[in-house]
Each structure stands twice: as structure tokens, then as C-alpha cells.
């Protein structure tokens, strides 16, 4: 069984602050790791995935994350908050044999200028 | 050129009406999906095919039934609407699911 946990369902920073939005996971196999964007009243847009290799990935809009295995952790961060990047994140897992995604609850980051 | 495209975007409909809702993906994908999200934000898969095939059915209830024509499209009939229906359905689709899933722009279901 798969599952995603986010930590903090609201986070807020100030305009060029660092960002770190926290997901741990569980999966009983190796798995493959996700971080979504929900901008409002729009569909959700891949920022970055993780499946096998390097363990710190680079995404879209300066983003990153780092699969840590021994904190079954894939944290995403963004040195310097744009207003731009103020939406709802998701982290997801899924896994080899399995076709499906498995979302955490979410995270609402706002930026404050 | 939308990739993966969903009709329509908002729905208002009385309890005990039918209903569906179009995806079509022009990415050339074998494998789509539709999932709902809750009034939290919650996304939650409920059904799956691959080349017009049923993959994944997840508990949902049999008002609820999907309808694969060709690969390109999966639609989703909903049947007698409930309350507790109202939520935005999101369609999506893979290539290969490791690599990610490209998501329409979702659908708002409201019943009354």
C-alpha cells in the first residue's frame, strides 16, 4: 500500500523568502514521487518527479525536491518566493506495477509581498 | 492546442438528474483517468482505462459509469445525482504513469 503525507496544510512566506513544502511517504515498493500545482480553478500541472537516479530534482519555476530514502521524505523547495508561485501543492506517489497516482491533501502556499 | 480537454466546465444540476462529462486527450496516450476532488482539495482516483479497457475501478458507487469510445476519449455518466456528488472532476492521462499524468482543467459539478 501506498500513501502520502503533507505536513502543514497552509503555508506562508514573505516575497523572496525560502520555500519548503513537506511530503513523507509510504510505499511497500520503490517508489516514484510527484509535486503538482493547482493554480485556482485550473487543472493540476506537473512540477517535478522523481523515479529512479539522482535524488535531487529540478522542476519548473525554480522548484526542486530531494527524494531522501532513510526519511522516506520529498521535500520541495524554492530559494526566493514569487507572488507567481502562490497555489495549492500536492506531492504524490506512485510505483512500478501500480497505475495509479496517490495524492496528499495539499498544501495552500501564499506569498505576501 | 488543448491536451487534454474536458466539457464542460461548470455543471449546476438538481438532485436525481443524469448527467456526463467529455474528456478528450490529443496527446496520443493509452492510458486515462478521471478523479475527483473534494470540497478539501482531496484527489482521489476513480476510475482508469488503457486502450479503451478498464484498469482501475475503485470504489465508487454504479451511478457512476465510464465509457471509453476509442482511446482518445473517456466520458463519465453520472446517474440519479446525489448532494454528496458535488465535487470537480478532473480527467487525465499518461503514457507511462511513472512519468506523470497531463490533467484537464477539471469540471464543477454542483447539484442542488
Known amino acids: 500500500a501506498q500513501s502520502v503525507t503533507q505536513l502543514g496544510s497552509h503555508v506562508s512566506v514573505s516575497e523572496g523568502a525560502l520555500v519548503l513544502l513537506r511530503c513523507n511517504y509510504s510505499?511497500?515498493?520503490?517508489?516514484?514521487l510527484f509535486w503538482y500545482v493547482q493554480y485556482p480553478n485550473q487543472g493540476l500541472q506537473l512540477l517535478l518527479k522523481y523515479t529512479t537516479g539522482a535524488t535531487l530534482v529540478k522542476g519548473i519555476n525554480g522548484f526542486e525536491a530531494e527524494f531522501k530514502k532513510s526519511e522516506t521524505s520529498f521535500h520541495l523547495t524554492k530559494p526566493s518566493a514569487h507572488m507567481s508561485d502562490a497555489a495549492e501543492y500536492f506531492c504524490?506517489?506512485?510505483?512500478?506495477?501500480?497505475?495509479?497516482?496517490?495524492f496528499g491533501t495539499g498544501t495552500r502556499l501564499q506569498v505576501f509581498p | 492546442d488543448t491536451a487534454v480537454s474536458q466539457t464542460p466546465k461548470y455543471l449546476v444540476t438538481q438532485m436525481g438528474n443524469d448527467k456526463s462529462i467529455k474528456c478528450e486527450q490529443n496527446?496520443?496516450?493509452?492510458?486515462m483517468y478521471w478523479y475527483k476532488q473534494d470540497s478539501k482539495k482531496f484527489l482521489k482516483i476513480m476510475f482508469s482505462y488503457n486502450n479503451k479497457e478498464l484498469i482501475i475501478n475503485e470504489t465508487v458507487p454504479n451511478r457512476f459509469s465510464p465509457k471509453s469510445p476509442d482511446k482518445a476519449h473517456l466520458n463519465l455518466h453520472i446517474n440519479s445525482l446525489e448532494l454528496g456528488d458535488s465535487a470537480v472532476y478532473f480527467c487525465a492521462s499518461s503514457q507511462v504513469p511513472i512519468y506523470g499524468y497531463t490533467f484537464g482543467s477539471g469540471t464543477r459539478l454542483t447539484v442542488v
Open positions: 510505499s511497500s515498493v520503490p517508489p516514484y
Open positions: 496527446l496520443g496516450h493509452d492510458t
Open positions: 504524490a506517489v506512485s510505483g512500478i506495477n501500480t497505475d495509479k497516482l496517490i
